[in-house]
Nanobody, 118 residues
Framework: QVQLLESGGGLVQAGGSLRLSCAAS????VGWFRQAPGNQREFVSA????????RYADPVKGRFTISRDNAKSIVYLQMTGLKPEDTAVYYC???????????????WGQGTQVTVSS
């Protein structure tokens, strides 16, 4: 059983930055997803086990950066230029396949709240 633990969420003003962290083994592809109130959970970003491949959802391209430190087994999501519409619970997920679909990820964290005030 793989346990994922997110951290780094919080309250920030529009235009600010936050860095989310997820403890995850280099064995897995790691994705970040988010769910805003009343919305379905959506893909944000993913990184391959080696870190050589990354992918971003269009709304966050150019503002968010995913990276990983496999020596520490941590995946990061650096979020800059935050907007109120980025407000959501952010989830870290791990799986074996390179895919952006939720169903490809077997393991999920509990989520961390990100709130962006205007």
């Amino acid at each position: 059983q793989v346990q994922l633990l997110e951290s780094g969420g919080g309250l920030v003003q529009a235009g600010g930055s936050l860095r989310l962290s997820c403890a995850a083994s280099s064995t897995y592809v790691v994705g970040w997803f988010r769910q805003a109130p009343g919305n379905q959970r959506e893909f944000v970003s993913a990184i391959s086990g080696s870190g050589r491949m990354t992918r971003y959802a269009d709304p966050v391209k150019g503002r968010f950066t995913i990276s990983r430190d496999n020596a520490k087994s941590i995946v990061y999501l650096q979020m800059t230029g935050l907007k109120p519409e980025d407000t959501a619970v952010y989830y870290c997920a791990a799986g074996e396949l390179w895919n952006i679909a939720e169903g490809a990820y077997r393991y999920w964290g509990q989520g961390t709240q990100v709130t962006v005030s205007s």
